[in-house]
Protein backbone atom coordinates (compact mmCIF):
# COMPACT_ATOMS: atom_id res chain seq x y z
CA UNK A 1 0.00 0.00 0.00
CA UNK A 2 0.62 3.58 -0.13
CA UNK A 3 1.82 5.06 3.68
CA UNK A 4 3.67 8.19 4.52
CA UNK A 5 6.06 8.24 7.94
CA UNK A 6 6.77 10.80 10.10
CA UNK A 7 8.74 9.27 13.54
CA UNK A 8 8.71 12.16 15.93
CA UNK A 9 5.43 12.90 16.83
CA UNK A 10 6.48 16.27 18.84
CA UNK A 11 9.76 18.33 18.38
CA UNK A 12 11.07 21.05 21.03
CA UNK A 13 14.13 23.49 19.35
CA UNK A 14 15.63 26.72 20.92
CA UNK A 15 14.59 29.95 19.21
CA UNK A 16 17.66 30.48 16.28
CA UNK A 17 18.55 26.49 16.40
CA UNK A 18 18.39 24.40 13.30
CA UNK A 19 15.47 21.98 12.65
CA UNK A 20 14.80 18.93 10.81
CA UNK A 21 11.79 16.90 11.05
CA UNK A 22 11.84 13.59 8.76
CA UNK A 23 9.39 11.98 6.63
CA UNK A 24 9.56 8.81 4.54
CA UNK A 25 7.12 7.64 1.74
CA UNK A 26 6.18 3.84 0.31
CA UNK A 27 4.13 3.41 -2.23
CA UNK A 28 3.06 1.16 -4.82
CA UNK A 29 0.41 2.97 -6.86
CA UNK A 30 1.58 6.01 -7.51
CA UNK A 31 3.75 5.96 -10.63
CA UNK A 32 5.06 9.67 -10.08
CA UNK A 33 4.07 10.79 -6.49
CA UNK A 34 4.21 14.70 -5.59
CA UNK A 35 5.79 15.29 -1.91
CA UNK A 36 3.53 18.01 0.10
CA UNK A 37 4.51 19.66 3.44
CA UNK A 38 1.09 21.01 5.24
CA UNK A 39 1.38 23.41 8.14
CA UNK A 40 -1.45 23.66 10.84
CA UNK A 41 -0.89 27.11 12.61
CA UNK A 42 -2.97 27.03 16.03
CA UNK A 43 -6.83 27.62 15.69
CA UNK A 44 -5.82 27.53 11.84
CA UNK A 45 -6.42 24.82 8.70
CA UNK A 46 -3.75 23.31 7.28
CA UNK A 47 -2.09 25.03 4.43
CA UNK A 48 0.83 24.01 2.16
CA UNK A 49 4.23 25.08 2.72
CA UNK A 50 5.71 23.80 -0.13
CA UNK A 51 5.66 20.65 -2.61
CA UNK A 52 7.57 18.72 -4.88
CA UNK A 53 6.68 17.05 -7.94
CA UNK A 54 10.35 15.71 -9.15
CA UNK A 55 12.41 13.19 -7.74
CA UNK A 56 15.86 15.50 -6.88
CA UNK A 57 14.44 18.74 -6.68
CA UNK A 58 13.87 20.74 -3.89
CA UNK A 59 11.49 22.70 -2.66
CA UNK A 60 11.69 25.87 -0.37
CA UNK A 61 9.51 28.49 1.25
CA UNK A 62 9.47 30.50 4.58
CA UNK A 63 12.76 29.48 5.01
CA UNK A 64 11.88 25.66 5.04
CA UNK A 65 13.38 23.47 2.27
CA UNK A 66 12.68 19.64 1.40
CA UNK A 67 14.45 17.81 -1.19
CA UNK A 68 12.76 14.51 -2.83
CA UNK A 69 14.79 11.53 -2.22
CA UNK A 70 13.66 8.68 -4.63
CA UNK A 71 16.39 6.59 -3.87
CA UNK A 72 15.55 7.07 0.17
CA UNK A 73 12.28 7.63 -0.43
CA UNK A 74 12.57 10.61 1.83
CA UNK A 75 11.37 14.26 1.92
CA UNK A 76 12.90 15.65 5.65
CA UNK A 77 11.96 19.46 6.18
CA UNK A 78 14.70 21.52 7.33
CA UNK A 79 15.05 25.06 8.20
CA UNK A 80 18.58 26.75 9.63
CA UNK A 81 17.28 29.16 12.26
CA UNK A 82 13.62 28.65 13.53
CA UNK A 83 11.44 31.28 14.95
CA UNK A 84 8.97 31.49 17.84
CA UNK A 85 6.36 31.87 15.01
CA UNK A 86 7.33 28.69 13.60
CA UNK A 87 5.53 26.66 16.39
CA UNK A 88 2.55 24.99 14.25
CA UNK A 89 1.97 21.14 13.22
CA UNK A 90 4.07 20.09 10.36
CA UNK A 91 2.51 17.32 8.07
CA UNK A 92 4.42 15.83 5.15
CA UNK A 93 1.74 13.98 2.19
CA UNK A 94 2.22 11.93 -0.80
CA UNK A 95 -0.55 12.12 -4.04
CA UNK A 96 -2.64 11.74 -5.47
CA UNK A 97 -3.30 7.76 -5.42
CA UNK A 98 -6.68 6.39 -6.56
CA UNK A 99 -7.54 8.06 -10.18
CA UNK A 100 -8.84 11.54 -10.32
CA UNK A 101 -9.55 14.34 -7.10
CA UNK A 102 -5.81 14.78 -6.29
CA UNK A 103 -6.39 12.26 -3.36
CA UNK A 104 -3.83 12.96 -0.83
CA UNK A 105 -1.73 10.99 2.05
CA UNK A 106 -1.05 12.40 5.48
CA UNK A 107 1.69 11.30 7.87
CA UNK A 108 0.40 11.93 11.41
CA UNK A 109 1.73 15.02 12.10
CA UNK A 110 4.27 16.74 13.70
CA UNK A 111 3.71 19.32 16.65
CA UNK A 112 6.72 21.49 16.51
CA UNK A 113 7.25 23.84 19.56
CA UNK A 114 10.17 26.75 19.57
CA UNK A 115 11.33 27.75 22.69
CA UNK A 116 12.36 31.37 23.13
CA UNK B 1 -7.96 34.93 -0.73
CA UNK B 2 -9.35 31.41 -0.40
CA UNK B 3 -11.59 30.56 2.33
CA UNK B 4 -13.06 27.22 3.59
CA UNK B 5 -15.53 28.10 6.92
CA UNK B 6 -16.23 24.61 8.77
CA UNK B 7 -19.27 24.45 11.94
CA UNK B 8 -19.51 24.24 14.22
CA UNK B 9 -16.06 24.32 15.22
CA UNK B 10 -16.89 21.89 17.92
CA UNK B 11 -19.47 19.60 19.41
CA UNK B 12 -19.98 17.34 21.45
CA UNK B 13 -23.01 14.88 20.72
CA UNK B 14 -24.85 11.67 22.11
CA UNK B 15 -24.03 8.29 21.14
CA UNK B 16 -26.97 7.03 18.82
CA UNK B 17 -27.77 10.94 17.82
CA UNK B 18 -27.32 12.23 14.62
CA UNK B 19 -24.77 15.26 14.02
CA UNK B 20 -24.53 17.19 10.79
CA UNK B 21 -20.83 18.81 10.50
CA UNK B 22 -21.21 21.41 7.62
CA UNK B 23 -18.33 23.15 4.61
CA UNK B 24 -19.02 26.09 3.10
CA UNK B 25 -15.95 27.14 0.14
CA UNK B 26 -15.37 30.36 -1.87
CA UNK B 27 -12.98 29.19 -4.15
CA UNK B 28 -14.96 28.21 -6.39
CA UNK B 29 -13.41 24.78 -6.58
CA UNK B 30 -15.07 21.81 -7.99
CA UNK B 31 -13.57 19.24 -5.33
CA UNK B 32 -14.45 19.44 -2.01
CA UNK B 33 -13.19 16.58 0.73
CA UNK B 34 -13.63 15.60 4.37
CA UNK B 35 -10.67 14.31 6.59
CA UNK B 36 -10.93 13.22 10.18
CA UNK B 37 -7.76 13.21 12.32
CA UNK B 38 -7.23 10.69 15.26
CA UNK B 39 -4.45 10.55 17.79
CA UNK B 40 -1.58 8.71 16.19
CA UNK B 41 -3.49 8.69 12.52
CA UNK B 42 -2.82 11.04 9.88
CA UNK B 43 -5.57 12.98 8.04
CA UNK B 44 -7.67 10.13 6.47
CA UNK B 45 -10.45 10.39 3.71
CA UNK B 46 -14.08 10.04 4.62
CA UNK B 47 -15.86 11.72 1.30
CA UNK B 48 -15.19 13.82 -1.61
CA UNK B 49 -17.12 15.41 -4.29
CA UNK B 50 -16.48 16.54 -7.53
CA UNK B 51 -19.64 18.52 -8.72
CA UNK B 52 -22.61 19.31 -6.61
CA UNK B 53 -25.89 16.56 -6.34
CA UNK B 54 -22.51 13.65 -6.13
CA UNK B 55 -20.30 12.36 -3.94
CA UNK B 56 -17.79 9.94 -3.62
CA UNK B 57 -16.34 7.41 -0.79
CA UNK B 58 -13.05 8.05 0.13
CA UNK B 59 -11.07 5.46 2.27
CA UNK B 60 -13.01 5.22 5.64
CA UNK B 61 -16.64 6.28 4.34
CA UNK B 62 -18.42 3.61 6.91
CA UNK B 63 -20.66 5.16 9.47
CA UNK B 64 -20.84 8.35 7.41
CA UNK B 65 -22.88 10.10 4.59
CA UNK B 66 -21.65 12.99 2.54
CA UNK B 67 -24.25 15.72 0.69
CA UNK B 68 -23.16 18.68 -1.77
CA UNK B 69 -26.34 20.63 -2.54
CA UNK B 70 -24.42 23.26 -4.29
CA UNK B 71 -20.24 23.83 -5.31
CA UNK B 72 -20.18 25.63 -2.54
CA UNK B 73 -21.05 23.42 0.52
CA UNK B 74 -20.31 19.90 1.17
CA UNK B 75 -21.99 18.62 4.49
CA UNK B 76 -20.44 15.41 6.72
CA UNK B 77 -23.60 13.83 8.26
CA UNK B 78 -23.40 10.92 10.97
CA UNK B 79 -26.63 8.92 11.25
CA UNK B 80 -26.03 7.36 14.49
CA UNK B 81 -23.33 8.93 16.14
CA UNK B 82 -20.65 6.44 17.90
CA UNK B 83 -17.83 7.06 20.11
CA UNK B 84 -14.94 5.71 17.72
CA UNK B 85 -15.98 8.83 15.72
CA UNK B 86 -14.61 11.25 18.31
CA UNK B 87 -12.13 12.86 15.99
CA UNK B 88 -11.31 16.13 14.38
CA UNK B 89 -13.03 16.57 11.06
CA UNK B 90 -11.59 18.78 8.40
CA UNK B 91 -12.88 19.93 5.20
CA UNK B 92 -11.08 21.02 2.10
CA UNK B 93 -11.52 22.05 -1.11
CA UNK B 94 -8.97 22.24 -4.31
CA UNK B 95 -9.26 22.07 -8.13
CA UNK B 96 -9.05 18.89 -8.06
CA UNK B 97 -5.75 18.70 -10.70
CA UNK B 98 -3.11 17.03 -9.65
CA UNK B 99 -0.51 19.23 -8.63
CA UNK B 100 -3.04 21.48 -7.28
CA UNK B 101 -3.29 23.05 -3.75
CA UNK B 102 -5.85 21.59 -0.98
CA UNK B 103 -7.11 24.55 1.16
CA UNK B 104 -8.80 23.33 4.43
CA UNK B 105 -11.06 24.40 6.96
CA UNK B 106 -10.16 25.39 10.49
CA UNK B 107 -11.66 21.90 11.72
CA UNK B 108 -14.19 20.41 14.01
CA UNK B 109 -13.39 18.96 17.54
CA UNK B 110 -16.38 16.10 17.55
CA UNK B 111 -16.39 14.27 21.02
CA UNK B 112 -19.04 11.75 21.04
CA UNK B 113 -20.10 10.37 24.83
Known amino acids: GDSVTQTEGQVTVSESKSLIINCTYS????????LFWYVRYPGEGLQLLLKVITAGQKGSSRGFEATYNKETTSFHLQKASVQESDSAVYYCALGPYGGSGNKLIFGTGTLLSVKP | EAAVTQSPRSKVAVTGGKVTLSCHQTNNHDYMYWYRQDTGHGLRLIHYSYVADSTEKGDIPDGYKASRPSQENFSLILELASLSQTAVYFC????????????FGAGTRLSVL
Open chain 2, 92 to 103: ASSDGGSQNTLY
Open chain 1, 27 to 34: TTSIAYPN
